[in-house]
Structure formats: C-alpha cells, structure tokens
C-alpha cells in the first residue's frame, strides 16, 4: 500500500465522505488520517453533510407490519432468537471484492451456559454479560488468547464455544487504549477472509460480546482497532487466535 | 436548528443502552418513515426496503452501547445503516435471512414530539433546498455516490466523463451544500 500525501488526500476528502473510494483508496486515506489531525477533522465534517443526503427523501409509510417485525426481533428472547440482528457495517463495499461472505448470523446467545460462562466471563470482568445467559450446560470448547507482543502486550480474551447451539462468548480484557474515534473490532477468518463480528468502545480496555455461527468453519479470531467499523481490517490485529487448535 | 433533535434523540439512546425495548418504538415512531424513504430510494423496492430497514432499527438495538453521541447524532447513526444495509442488498450482498417468528401482539403508536417533528421538516425541507440548488450533474453525481453506492471510477464509467469530473462534481457539490446549509444554520 503506497502512503498517501497530504495534496493527494486533499483530493479524496470529498469521496472519502461519500464512501465513493475503492478499497485501496479508502485504506490509504484512513492511514493518512493516522498522522493528519486535519484531513482527519475535514473528513469528519464532509461526512455529516453527506450525511444529510439522507434527509433529501420523501417519507414512506411503512407496512403495518414492520413495526411489529422490529419489536419481534428486539423482544425476542434469546432461547428463541429467529430473528436476523447481525452487526451493521458503518460503509457499503467499495468493490466486489470487499464484499463479506454472506451468511446467516444471530447474535443471540440461548440461555444455555450460565454457569460455564459466568465463570469464565466473571474471571475477566466481563460479568454484565451473565445476565444474560442463562440455563444448562452445554459441550464446550474454550479458546486462551494473548494480545500481540508490540501491539497489545499483556491482553488476553477468552472465547468459549457452545457447540451444540453454535454460540460463543468472548471477553478480553488489557486491550489498548482506544484513541478518540477509534473502536474494537472483531472478526472471524474464515478461509482468508475476515468476517466483521462487531465492534466494541469501551473506555478501559475490556471487550465482551456473544456470537452465533458454525465455528467449525472458522480458522482464527481477531481484534483489531479500527477508525469506526470498518468492512475488512485496515490495521494488523492485536490479537489473533486459531480457533481449531483451541483447548 | 435543531438538527438531530439531540434532547429526545439523546433520551432515546440513553433508553437503548439501558436495554429499554420502548426506545426502539420510540425511535421507530420519529424516523421509520424517513428510514424506508431512504431505502427505498436506495433500492426501489418496497420489500426489501423494509428489510432493509428492519436490519437498520435491530443493528442499532444490538449495538447501543457502543453509541457515542460524541461522533454523530442518533438519527445519522441509524440512518448511515439503514444506507448500508440498502446498498449492500442493492450491490447483491444481502445476507441470507433467518426466518422470523411473528407473534400477533400488537404495538399501539407512540406520540411523537410535534416539536421535533416540526424542526425535522424544517431542516428537510433547507436540505433538499440545497441539494436541488446544485447543478444537475453536480446532484446526479452526488446521487450516484450516495444513493446508488458508486465508487468514483464506477459513476465515471456510468456517466461516461472522464474520472476528474467526477472527482471535481463530487467536491464541489458537497462543498456547496455545505456552504449553503452553513449559511442558513443547519449545520455549524
């Protein structure tokens, strides 16, 4: 990736705010806006007025069931979670090839692990979570993984997978600082490509969240920090496991 | 101005990272409407223009407590997924959809804030005041970029000028708006 100057950045703003770069374009603004303060605030403000595009459209009315198909999918208890809540991406793809793979994704975990992950999410001060897990014990494979040594020395998360329900909790905890704008972002790799799986902001450099998925079909889990959330990574992970060596 | 209604918008994401369900209504009743316009606009299609904006009302439950009122208003973040969510499906990317369970509750209206209703059409109304003041090519640039999700090599090819008129449409379109928005107190 060639860095990008600042007269060259200069030139991209506009298309920066407006998610009209390519990938390669993108990337390179976003590392420019590492060490530019003021392409980074330019760009900031660019993008609330392209923002505003949005308020051009006329107002529709949505059927009489849309209503009741958002409450259903925000209501429903996680034991019967047929609902589609994956994590929204903040940018729509700049090219085909930065299209996720597409696949069915619930973020709900069934209250089935209560005691197998309150003990392990308790023990890296992720305990809000528990609260929402409930019920019996299920098989289990639980993964350790260490922050990168430059990156992220002395991190560590924990992912436990609950096989039969095809659900995994993740807590980490000694993350980095996030810097102002910044987020967690995980992700699942899965043959090369990585999978956005949410992000976190936390201010003390804890993370925790619930996942859904076949992870037999996943190789690695990562963290990366991300300037908001991004399609694909633009920084090398703090943290990064194999999910099929996991004890 | 008041923009995005930050007093009730800012209540509401506070309802939402408590895990409080009737915020989601609450939002639903305020830009529900302006949401499926938008995705609508997006992918003609009534259908999954409502998928669209299903997926855009659920994210922002799921992922509330990550919400930084500091880096942009309650009403841009859910709209920008609602966006990205009708681009995604217009560029092909829709994911496959779990089926969804209905039950027959039903959901009375909420009564929504006449006064943030008001500021909202107003400051609707100075937008598309700004938008329909560019040139045409300025406002069909734009348009490809933020509507039909085009990269600037993709609205070039489309519109068959070279690359640097779009790049030169792209910016001087948004600038004027800005400008123009600027102006009359809508944006600072």
Not at chain 1, 173 to 193: C, F, H, N
Not at chain 2, 14 to 27: C, K, N, P, S, V
Request: proline share 5%.
């Amino acid at each position: 990736m060639t860095a990008m100057n600042h007269a060259e950045a200069e030139e991209f703003l506009v298309a920066y705010a407006l998610d009209a770069l390519t990938g390669d374009e993108r990337q390179r603004m976003e590392e420019h806006f590492r060490s530019c303060e003021e392409h980074r605030d330019a760009a900031a403000e660019l993008r609330a007025t392209a923002s505003l595009l949005a308020l051009t459209v006329e107002d529709r009315d949505p059927s009489p069931t849309l209503r009741r198909r958002i409450m259903e999918a925000v209501s429903a208890p996680p034991s019967q979670s047929g609902a589609f809540v994956p994590l929204p991406p903040t940018r729509p793809p700049s090219t085909p090839a930065e299209r996720r793979v597409a696949r069915p994704r619930r973020w709900s975990v069934r209250p089935a692990y209560l005691a197998v992950a309150a003990a392990l999410l308790f023990a890296l001060g992720a305990g809000a979570l528990i609260g929402r897990l409930t019920g019996p014990t299920a098989s289990t494979v639980a993964y350790t993984f260490h922050g990168d040594a430059t990156r992220a020395p002395g991190a560590q998360a924990r992912l436990v997978y609950f096989k039969d329900q095809q659900a995994a909790v993740v807590a980490a905890t000694g993350l980095p600082r996030l810097a102002s704008g910044q987020v967690y972002e995980m992700w699942l790799i899965k043959d090369g490509v990585p999978l956005d799986e949410g992000i976190g902001s936390s201010t003390n450099g804890d993370l925790a969240a619930r996942m859904t998925g076949d992870f037999s079909q996943f190789q690695q889990f990562a963290i990366t920090i991300e300037p908001g959330e991004q399609r694909l990574p633009t920084t090398m992970p703090i943290l990064l496991g194999n999910l099929r060596a996991g004890s | 101005m008041s923009g995005d209604a930050p007093d009730e918008d800012g209540q509401i994401a506070a309802q939402l990272q408590r895990g409080d369900t009737t915020a989601i209504e609450a939002l639903y009743d305020r830009y529900g409407g302006l949401a499926l316009g938008l995705a609508y606009r997006i992918l003609n299609d009534r259908s999954a223009a409502e998928d669209a904006v299903q997926e855009g009302f659920v994210a922002v439950w799921r992922n509330a407590a990550g919400f930084d009122a500091s880096r942009g208003g309650l009403r841009n973040w859910l709209l920008s997924i609602v966006r990205n969510r009708a681009i995604d499906r217009l560029r092909g990317n829709a994911r496959a959809r779990a089926e969804v369970n209905f039950d027959s509750t039903e959901h009375a209206d909420g009564v929504a804030d006449p006064w943030a209703a008001v500021a909202l059409d107003l400051e609707r109304k100075q937008i598309r005041e700004a938008f329909d003041e560019l040139p045409d090519a300025q406002r069909r640039t734009l348009g490809l970029a933020y509507f039909g999700g085009l990269t600037q090599v993709e609205i070039a090819q489309q519109m068959q000028v070279p690359l640097g008129t779009v790049k030169g449409r792209v910016r001087i379109g948004l600038e004027r708006m800005r400008a123009f928005l600027q102006a009359r107190g809508v944006t600072a």
